[in-house]
């Protein structure tokens, strides 16, 4: 019959037991001697392990409190995790305490596919409103390191590829002249970050102008707009910025362009006559929050025009497995899963009473705008709609007919 101890070490290779540095795991390998943790205990001990670590919190080792069993035992660490999870955070003295310094070696490399990757939305889902992106991957994977992405669960993270038939093969696209189309090229990597490189831009740029019924986005975290200020940017291309509070792009965005070079890169290209948006994706949820986003949010009231703004998105933190499997497996620190994990139509994400506040308190901070901006959630519950925005979408076709609409309104109005 086998011992603890071989159980133990099979077990222990079946989760991220070797994650945590020779002191955690020595501890609980002598608390799994003592107590004899079944696998799920075990697993679920070293998951809380590196989430303690990872987010700069008291080791197990430092809380751990010895019980007449191995019940009590899991228990008191699993609610002092449930505890800390179900807070906001805090990220006072957090980059100080637990700065950022992982080195990345980026590789370019050109490929040959069979087809030009252009397809449906990734993550839609027949339970939230989606607006029936078209999504279009001009570049594989990103140069940015932020905490909650899920293009490092996809791609290899340092090596960027770029199609070496791409142009010809956008060039070749043929699409229905009667129909109007939402493209993005964000979902794969950053839009702007790699400017011209391959020849993507001119790519990009040749198929807005030579399909004026597509409203072609770029979608980004960079101030990389060099390009679009050097040359005449058809009015179909919408460039768009994933906006976030200070506090998450310092902490959670790593070498992303800070809030302020973003929004003045929206306004370099508002200036010259671009439609821009903002996109609101991911609202995190920490200490003083709100009120965080809502300066954000009047801080780009205040520098903009509804006039010469498409849109405005919110969406929050959703995750799947691979994802969340993937940041325990990294050596970094970020409090990105201190947060309460729900079902979110077989992902994980806020509560819904948590978005409809998160919600609620964006949307009513952009009233000025409203009625004058095509507001929408991204891939959330449909219910959040009407108590957020006082209407809903019976269909996703028909929430994609009144994006479309919007924005081709906003595109003849510059183009006069």
Not at 268 to 280: E, R, Y
């Amino acid at each position: 019959m086998e011992n603890y101890k071989e159980k133990f070490e099979r077990d222990s290779q079946r989760c991220h037991f070797t994650r945590l540095d020779d002191k955690t795991q020595d501890f609980l390998r002598h608390k799994a001697y003592h107590y004899r943790f079944s696998f799920q205990e075990l697993k679920q001990l070293v998951d809380m392990s590196i989430d303690f670590e990872m987010w700069h919190e008291k080791s197990v080792y430092e809380i751990w409190a010895d019980k007449e069993n191995r019940k009590q035992a899991f228990a008191h660490i699993k609610q002092i995790w449930e505890a800390l999870k179900n807070k906001p955070k805090s990220y006072a003295n957090f980059e100080k305490e637990a700065p950022y310094n992982f080195s990345r070696k980026i590789h370019f490399a050109e490929f040959e596919k069979e087809e030009l990757g252009l397809g449906s939305c990734p993550v839609a889902s027949p339970k939230t409103r989606c607006c029936n992106l078209m999504t279009l991957d001009a570049v594989e994977s990103c140069g940015f390191d932020c905490s909650y992405c899920s293009i490092q669960s996809f791609y290899n993270e340092n090596k960027i590829g770029f199609d070496k038939n791409f142009a010809q093969k956008l060039k070749n696209l043929k699409l229905d002249p009667n129909k109007n189309y939402h493209i993005g090229t964000g979902q794969s990597s950053d839009s702007l970050l790699w400017g011209n490189k391959a020849g993507i831009m001119d790519a990009l740029f040749d198929f807005a102008r030579e399909n004026p019924n597509v409203i072609l986005e770029f979608k980004s975290k960079s101030d990389n707009i060099k390009y679009l200020l050097d040359h005449d940017v058809p009015k179909n291309i919408l460039c768009t910025w994933s906006i976030n509070t200070p506090t998450i792009i310092k902490n959670e965005e790593h070498l992303s362009a800070s809030l302020e070079n973003r929004i003045k890169s929206a306004r370099a290209l508002a200036d010259k006559g671009v439609l821009v948006g903002f996109h609101f994706h991911p609202i995190v949820v920490y200490e003083n929050y709100l009120n965080e986003y809502r300066e954000t949010i009047e801080t780009i009231t205040s520098q903009f025009s509804h006039q010469e703004v498409a849109l405005v998105s919110f969406g929050t933190l959703t995750f799947i497995k691979p994802v969340i499997k993937k940041l325990r497996n990294r050596d970094f620190k970020s409090k990105i899963l201190q947060m309460p994990l729900v079902d979110a139509s077989g992902k994980f994400s806020y509560p819904l009473e948590t978005k409809l506040e998160m919600f609620q308190n964006a949307y009513q901070a952009f009233a000025p705008w409203h009625q004058k901006v095509y507001f929408y959630l991204c891939m959330e519950d449909q219910s959040l709609w009407k108590p957020v925005f006082g209407y809903e979408y019976e269909s996703n076709d028909e929430m994609e007919h009144d994006m479309v609409t919007s924005y081709n309104n906003k595109v003849a109005k510059l183009a006069r």
